[in-house]
C-alpha cells in the first residue's frame, strides 16, 4: 500500500495507459454500497473525481447505464487541460471520448447532447421505438440489448479500449459475461446502509480471480485499488 501525498493527482500512479479492453471504475462505501439515495456522487471525494476525469482521457469510449446518466446528470466528456495534454500523448487526439449509453427504451436524457454526440446503445425494438434522432445508434440485440455484442461491436468500430462507469446493473452484466480485464475500484470511508441499486442477470458460475495492480491510500481516507485478470 502505498500513501499519496497531499497534492499528487492519484491518477500520476500508474493509470495510464488503458488496457485493451474493457475497464471498469466504481466507486463502494465501506459497507459495499455502490450510491447513496440513487446517487454515486454522495459517496466521492475530489480525488476520486480527478481519477474518474483522467480515467476518461485514456479511453476510446465511455460505456454507461441510461439510470446512472440520468441520476448522475451526465454530459458530454469534458476533460481539464492536463488530461487533454495525456490524451494527445498517448495519441488519442485532441478529441474527448463519446459517451455510450446502454438504454432499453431508447431515450436519452437531454443533458447528454452537446459538443460531442452519444452513441445510443440499444435493442432493435429500443431502435424502432426511439424518438430521439440525435444520436448515434449502436442496435444489439432484439427485444433486450444485448450487452456482450454492443461491446463487440464496440471493438469493431476501433473502440478498443473501453471505460465502463457503471451503473452496477451493467457492471453485473458485464461480469455474467465475463468481460471486465480491469477494475478500478475506490473505497469510501462511509457507511450508506442498504441502497436498491444493482439487479443484474446473475453471475458466473464460480467466482472470477483477479490480481491486485495498486493499493492507494489518500490524506482523507479514501482507498484507490486496481484489479486486473
Known sequence: MRSIPGGVPVEDFGYRPAPDGLRANMIFSADGAAAFAGRAGPLSCPADFQLLLALRAYADVV??????????????????PQHLAQRRQLGLGDTPPPIAVVSRSGDLPDSLFGS???????????ARERSETRC????????EVDVPAAVA????????????EGGPTLLDQLVAADL???????MAPRLAGAQPVGHGPGAPTSPTPLRLGRLLVDPDG???LTYQR
Open 116 to 126: 460531442r454526440t452519444p452513441i445510443l446503445v440499444t435493442s432493435a425494438r429500443g
Open 180 to 186: 471486465v480485464d480491469e477494475l478500478c475500484v475506490t
Open 153 to 164: 461491436q464496440l471493438r469493431e468500430r476501433g473502440m478498443t479500449r473501453v471505460l465502463c
Open 136 to 143: 448515434d445508434v449502436l442496435v444489439a440485440g432484439d427485444d
Open 63 to 80: 460505456l454507461v447505464g441510461a439510470g446512472t446518466a440520468r441520476a448522475e446528470g451526465y454530459g458530454p466528456v469534458r476533460l481539464r
Open 222 to 224: 479514501y482507498l484507490f
